[in-house]
T-cell receptor, first 117, second 115 residues
């Protein structure tokens, strides 16, 4: 069965420094996608970055990069040059491919990031 | 990626009443999903809304409590029935498909408070 694990309930980072949020996953499907979302206090889910299981290179989107280590089944999010506005809840998520018949997404428990001035 | 409009954005409801949440997508999608996020928790899938057939519910969720409609490929509703304070949550819809087309978009969510 598919599973997403985020072991860091809360993280603190100094403004302008980089921070890594951990995510490990488990799936038997060879085709899957990994996502990171940001959820501010408003409650909306903001898509940050996507990594496909067959992608050879790590995904990057501006200050966000995904450190994808397939053999270790990890998909850590790296935020460079943290800003005060980065303070939010961050969720790692996975969607399995068509072989699993669903395309539904499962989520980790989340990591709350606090950026200090 | 698809653009999803969800409404209402928030509501405060009396216990015992029902609320219907709407989700409109700007393009046709095969599957739509409804999630619940209880306070301080992660997202939990309620059901998959299938066009032309009954929704597929996850364990712990039943149709009588969360009836879902999917009249076409761009629209779905979720009703939270006979509400109690335990139903106070954020409800979100999302769309399914290839991750590089529709895969990663959520509606803005409905923040429900039951008093």
């Amino acid at each position: 069965a598919q599973k997403i694990t985020q072991t860091q309930p809360g993280m603190f980072v100094q403004e302008k420094e980089a921070v890594t949020l951990d995510c490990t996953y488990d799936t038997s499907d060879p085709s899957y996608g990994l996502f990171w979302y940001k959820q501010p206090s408003s409650g909306e889910m903001i898509f940050l970055i996507y990594q496909g299981s067959y992608d050879q290179q790590n995904a990057t989107e501006g200050r966000y990069s995904l450190n994808f280590q397939k053999a270790r089944k990890s998909a850590n999010l790296v935020i460079s040059a943290s800003q005060l506005g980065d303070s939010a809840m961050y969720f790692c998520a996975m969607r399995e491919g068509p072989e699993s018949g669903g395309f539904k997404t499962i989520f980790g428990a989340g990591t709350r990031l606090f950026v200090k001035a | 990626s698809a653009v999803i409009s969800q409404k209402p954005s928030r509501d405060i409801c009396q216990r015992g009443t029902s609320l219907t949440i709407q989700c409109q997508v700007d393009s046709q999608v095969t599957m739509m999903f409804w999630y619940r996020q209880q306070p301080g928790q992660s997202l939990t899938l309620i059901a998959t809304a299938n066009q032309g057939s009954e929704a597929t519910y996850e364990s712990g969720f039943v149709i009588d409590k969360f009836p879902i409609s999917r009249p076409n490929l761009t629209f779905s509703t979720l009703t939270v029935s006979n509400m109690s304070p335990e139903d106070s949550s954020i409800y979100l819809c999302s769309v399914g498909g290839r991750a590089d087309s529709y895969g990663y978009t959520f509606g803005s969510g409905t923040r429900l408070t039951v008093v």
